[in-house]
């Protein structure tokens, strides 16, 4: 057997294919939900610094602006 026809054949049987629980994967996903925790802290400090006018513009209250800037940047 030559060496393409064991590449073909690995690929075929999904040899080369990491299982979902590898260490890349768990990183890949913890870099993910951290970088759309970041993007929603950045959403809140800007919805911090809108005018109430803006507020109206948008359809929020400031009591809603305020307990949506109030949580964590987690959540």
């Given amino acids: 057997m030559s060496t393409i026809d064991t590449i073909d054949a690995c690929c075929k049987t999904n040899e080369f ?8 994967h768990r990183v890949s996903a913890a870099l993910n939900w951290f970088s759309l925790a970041m993007m929603k802290r950045r959403t809140r400090i800007h919805l911090s610094e809108l005018t109430d006018d803006q507020l109206r513009d948008i359809g929020i209250s400031k009591r809603e602006a305020r307990r949506e800037v109030e949580r964590s940047f987690w959540d």
């Fill in 17 to 24: 294919v990491e299982p979902r629980h590898s260490l890349f």
